[in-house]
């Protein structure tokens, strides 16, 4: 079965940090995605990338940077952390059937 | 740009008895589309999808859902809920956007069933 892991599950920082959060999945899937989940918005998604080295914008990308240095590894950075990003973060794999991580909790004081 | 709407943020159905969430698109090409659900405390998942072919498609746990073009809808259904289905359910959009693909949620749906 798929996987995708992510890693931190649980991260509290303070406005202005710094924050990366990572992302690995085994299913050898060329596309990888980071969505943010907020009550009210769904699934919103952030950055996407269909290879290693590939960047594609979503639909809420600002203060966020990405970064696909493998097919397996897809990293969302948060250089200056704002309350505002405080959000459920899920990555996914795949083509249109996705899978999803278990999510990494971020709070922003 | 692709859109999905759900109208019902929250649904309310007794145990036993039948169920739709409704789903509408917005694509001006051919969509591909999709049902997940999200237990609590867990990342989503797949419950069926839509390429081509009949429009009446089945997902896991007795899910259905049937395209409608003319409507531009993709309404989800069940016949009789069990109380392990509550869950928020979220309508999908595939589509290709700048030479790369790209899925589109709604907002989901909260499915609560009372005993």
């Known amino acids: 079965e798929a996987a995708v892991t992510q890693s931190p599950r649980n991260k509290v920082t303070v406005t202005g940090g710094n924050v990366t959060l990572s992302c690995r999945q085994t299913n050898s899937h060329n596309y990888m995605y980071w969505y943010r989940q907020d009550t009210g918005h769904g699934l919103r998604l952030i950055h996407y990338?269909?290879?290693?080295?590939?960047?594609q914008i979503g639909d809420v990308p600002d203060g966020y940077k990405a970064t696909r240095t493998t097919q397996e590894d897809f990293f969302l950075l948060l250089e200056l952390a704002s309350p505002s990003q405080t959000s459920l973060y899920f990555c996914a794999s795949g083509r249109n059937t996705l899978y999803f991580g278990e999510g990494s909790r971020l709070i922003v004081v | 740009a692709q859109s999905v709407t759900q109208p019902d943020a929250r649904v309310t159905v007794s145990e036993g008895a039948s169920l739709q969430l409704r789903c509408k698109y917005s694509?001006?090409?051919?969509?591909?589309l999709f049902w997940y659900v999200q237990y609590p405390r867990q990342g989503l998942q797949l419950l069926l999808k839509?390429?081509?072919?009949?429009?009446v498609v089945q997902g896991v746990n007795g899910f259905e859902a049937e395209f409608i073009k003319s409507n531009s809808s993709f309404h989800l259904r069940k016949a009789s809920v069990h109380w392990s289905d509550s869950a928020v359910y979220f309508c999908?959009?595939?589509?290709?956007?700048?030479?790369?693909?790209?899925?589109?949620f709604g907002k989901g749906t909260q499915l609560i069933i009372q005993p």
């Open positions: 839509y390429y081509s072919g009949d429009p």
């Open positions: 999908a959009v595939s589509a290709r956007t700048e030479g790369a693909d790209r899925l589109t």
């Open positions: 990338s269909y290879g290693a080295g590939n960047l």
């Open positions: 694509y001006s090409g051919t969509p591909y």
